[in-house]
């Protein structure tokens, strides 16, 4: 999007040029922002969609609007003088109040002396401005810090240390100590996601490339979809999996898969798992599936390795994570480019497939078949199935299937966990 060049015009005349955008930096707020660049709070907020004043560092902001020299009314900027009013403003300029307070995010015709209002060329029509973010209540964890104490906690994140006391299942008396780990309601600005286009999840068996499989697609659009992985009863490292119909049945989940690798006699998982925020395990396996507690998708590297990952920081802001592999489309093509982690050649050889794949950062597909495949066939259904990446999970005897709460294609044999799809979710969402 090309953004027009914004001038600011101080009172000698003088025109200082400002960037078209900025980047958010630690201790800005929007307030402080629209002062060094001569907006107010609403316009800002009316240029970049904002619903509230939540600004997050690394956060890019338009600056946008054409030049205008102060004390004037028409097409560009004005700067109230005393005495003004917003229809006087308006009829000067040949426009509509609501135009003007829709150029200016305004709901009511308060203005003040100083302040610098956007002016829409003569004639022009109110505009409705569809803000591209909305505010979501979305719970992490934190860590205590040295100098934290209840009531500075309960201010940054807009709460009451009874609240925050509640929230994590300790008594009114206990201490909230450094080293501690908290969850903690926040709440953060996302993207509006794009209207949904079908139903929520949808199930086909079909036969690409004259192989029948069992096809899964998940519509993210659908704010109530939640992707998560459903673990046995048991938990994970107890020794005790289940097959894929027992998960599906115990966990209510409308749909779910097998997950990727474990350990045959401890059924730990051999990759990082990330389950409400929360990383259960980590391991060795480069690449992953990771969703955003807003339900955007993405396949892609920790890009850290193991042993020398900050394990706070690893996969920031993503409530779902699971890592497997290899790798089989990447940029709607075969990829063959196999990372060197994957050494088992049952990895490569013919099995019974399952894997997960996107078709957008929206649209999950979770794809399932007895036929015996090689790594590089199964990259090719992908293909054929428009999907753009995608990652095998594990094979042979743990593919499976559920629908419904009812296997389609059980696992033979028990797994560490599934990837469980989930409607009608109205619970909490988390983020690391």
Excluded: C
Aim: aromatic letters at 6%.
């Amino acid at each position: 999007m090309r953004l027009a060049l914004l001038l600011t015009v101080v009172l000698t005349g003088t025109a200082l040029a400002v960037p078209a955008s900025v980047t958010v930096k630690p201790g800005d707020t929007l307030f402080r922002l629209a002062n060094r660049y001569g907006l107010s709070v609403a316009q800002l907020r009316a240029i970049n969609g904002l619903n509230s004043d939540t600004i997050l560092v690394g956060q890019t902001l338009r600056l946008g609007g054409p030049p205008k020299a102060a004390g004037t009314a028409g097409a560009g900027r004005y700067t109230v003088r005393p005495g003004d009013s917003l229809a006087a403003i308006a009829a000067r300029a040949g426009i509509s109040v609501a135009a003007l307070q829709a150029a200016n995010g305004l709901r009511g015709s308060m203005i003040r002396a100083g302040q610098v209002l956007q002016v829409p060329a003569r004639g022009q029509k109110a505009r409705v401005v569809r803000p591209s973010t909305e505010v979501r209540l979305i719970y992490s964890y934190v860590r205590v810090g040295l100098r934290d104490t209840p009531e500075a906690l309960a201010q940054r994140y807009r709460t009451t240390p009874d609240a925050l006391r509640r929230l994590n299942g300790l008594g009114s008396r206990s201490h909230i100590v450094p080293g501690l780990k908290l969850l903690v309601p926040q709440r953060l600005p996302v993207p509006i996601p794009p209207p949904a286009t079908g139903r929520a999840l949808t199930f086909k068996t079909m036969r690409p490339l004259n192989v029948p499989v069992q096809l899964v697609r998940v519509d993210l659009r659908h704010r109530d979809v939640l992707v998560a992985p459903v673990l046995p009863r048991a938990g994970l490292s107890f020794g005790m999996g289940a097959r894929v119909g027992q998960l599906a049945q115990r966990s209510g989940a409308r749909a779910l898969i097998n997950g990727s690798y474990f350990h045959p006699r401890t059924y730990a998982p051999a990759g990082d798992l990330v389950m409400q925020g929360r990383m259960l395990t980590w391991g060795r396996i480069p690449m992953a599936l990771a969703i955003t507690p807003d339900n955007r998708a993405t396949i892609r590297s920790s890009t850290t390795p193991l042993l020398l990952r900050p394990l706070d920081a690893t996969w920031r802001g993503m409530e779902t994570v699971i890592a497997t592999g290899p790798r089989i489309v990447a940029g709607g093509r075969l990829f063959t480019d196999y990372n060197a982690v994957f050494r088992d050649p049952a990895v490569f050889g013919r099995a019974a497939r399952s894997a997960v794949g996107l078709s957008s950062n929206r649209d999950l597909v979770l794809v399932s078949t007895r036929a015996r495949l090689t790594a590089t066939e199964m990259g090719k259904i992908m293909t054929r199935l428009g999907v753009k990446d995608a990652l095998l999970l594990d094979g042979g005897s743990s593919a499976g299937l559920a629908w419904n709460g009812q296997a389609v294609a059980d696992s033979v044999r028990r797994v560490s966990y599934g990837i469980g799809v989930f409607t009608g979710y109205t619970g909490r969402r988390y983020a690391r």
